[in-house]
């Protein structure tokens, strides 16, 4: 648990309205989201949620439209009123800041940028509304072009900036002023695949070099893997789990978990046994072996998960991994880079299998003997 200590600010004795007492957590996380939730009527647009960021991370709410995550943003960025809890920022109670008193800079997918002002001026605004003097701005503003690498487009209007360029524009003013915190919502999602794929990167490493803590939202898995420190994974208003991406795709915490990153394979049964952290399913006649990803007893019905790059498929006799079961071949495509088998398990299900792409590879016709290991077997048992 952390400490929180009350610090009380010093208020004059005629002072006729004597300010709320300034809370600061000790053990200072960057952003501190405790308990809070949003209801609008009957229906929780967020339900009560938890998350801790550390100074220089990144963190991506990843979800599908609707599970939460611009009504999080908004709450974090004071746009939207919570109906409970609580929002540290830097260590300080933000829950009843107005927005331009809270140390963030925000980011979204529309440019937002004023079309009367100059890029300059733009870049300047957040610096101005704080008061900086001339000089401190026209510095700050400097740096900022050099390091978005468009000191040339000073000048320039927002209307003569192609969209990329717009959103650049937008990233340095959401971090010219330094806040503690930087809020993004969907920032790319009206960019061309290729120019998101290169902001992505560019807004990755202009992070990482300054140490900018950053909490951004996207709906795309590509762009929440290849961006984050940690996913915050929400769901139908609630968070689902928050891992590194790597953790979240190879141990999901549950089946929405396995079904929302990447492809998976599910394979229906009972939990026959459980050994340690092994679980024994019964699939139709066969037994197979996984990792119990939850707290399920034996007899419960389950899902058993595993994604299609970690099959093998041999038209003989072999079998390369431990759990095997029989299948048909019943198409092969190649993508590009990966090359997909499809199968007709002799339980009826359809199973999907990837390899890289080879010029001279064999490919397995027939019908053939689909094996994976237990590590890549991951088994959801239902509550019973
Ligand atoms: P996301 O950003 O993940 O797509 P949102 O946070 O925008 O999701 O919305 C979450 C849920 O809250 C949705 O069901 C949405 O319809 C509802 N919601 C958001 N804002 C409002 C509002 N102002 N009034 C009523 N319902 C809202
Ligand atoms: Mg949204």
């Not at 989201?33 to 339900?47: E, N, P, T």
């Amino acid at each position: 648990m952390s400490v929180i200590a009350q610090v009380h600010t010093l208020v004059p004795r005629h002072a006729h309205s004597v300010p709320a007492p300034q809370v600061v957590h000790a053990d200072a996380a960057k952003l501190r989201v405790a308990g809070i939730s949003k209801r609008y009527g009957d229906s929780f647009a967020l339900r009560e949620s938890n998350l801790d960021i550390q100074t220089g991370e990144f963190v991506t709410l990843l979800g599908p439209s609707g599970s939460g995550k611009t009504t999080l943003l908004m709450m974090i960025a004071g746009l939207v009123t919570p109906t409970a809890g609580d929002i540290w920022i830097d260590g300080r109670a933000a829950t009843r800041q107005q927005p331009y008193e809270r140390d963030v800079g925000m980011m979204f997918q529309s440019y937002a940028l004023f079309p009367h002002m100059t890029v300059g001026e733009n870049i300047a605004f957040p610096l101005k509304m704080k008061g900086a003097s001339k000089e401190s701005i026209r510095k700050a503003v400097n740096e900022v072009l050099e390091q978005i690498k468009l000191p040339s487009l000073r000048n320039r209007f927002p209307g003569e900036l192609s969209g990329g360029q717009q959103q650049r524009v937008a990233l340095a003013r959401s971090i010219v002023h330094r806040p503690s915190v930087v809020l993004m919502d969907e920032p790319l999602a009206a960019l061309d695949k290729s120019l998101r794929t290169h902001m992505q990167l560019e807004i990755r490493q202009l992070q990482q070099a300054l140490g900018i803590t950053v909490l951004y939202v996207t709906h795309d898995q590509e762009e929440a893997m290849t961006m984050s420190d940690r996913i915050c994974l929400m769901n139908e208003a609630r968070i689902e789990q928050v891992a590194a991406p790597a953790e979240l795709y190879f141990s999901p915490r549950s089946v929405f978990a396995a079904g929302f990153l990447g492809e998976s394979n599910t394979l229906e049964g009972v939990i026959e046994s459980i050994e340690g952290e092994t679980a024994l399913v019964r699939h139709a006649d066969t037994v197979l072996r996984g990792r119990l990803m939850n707290d399920a007893c034996v007899g419960a019905r389950c899902r058993l998960m595993v994604r299609p790059e970690a099959l093998t498929v041999s038209d003989g006799p072999w079998v390369a991994l431990g759990n095997v079961i029989d299948a048909h071949v019943t198409s092969q495509v190649i993508g590009g880079a990966l090359a997909r088998t499809v199968m007709r398990a002799r339980t009826g299900v359809e199973v999907v299998a990837t390899r890289l792409t080879a010029r001279s590879g064999a490919r397995p016709q027939g019908d053939v003997r689909v094996s994976f290991a237990e590590e890549d077997s991951l088994v959801f048992g239902e509550a019973s």
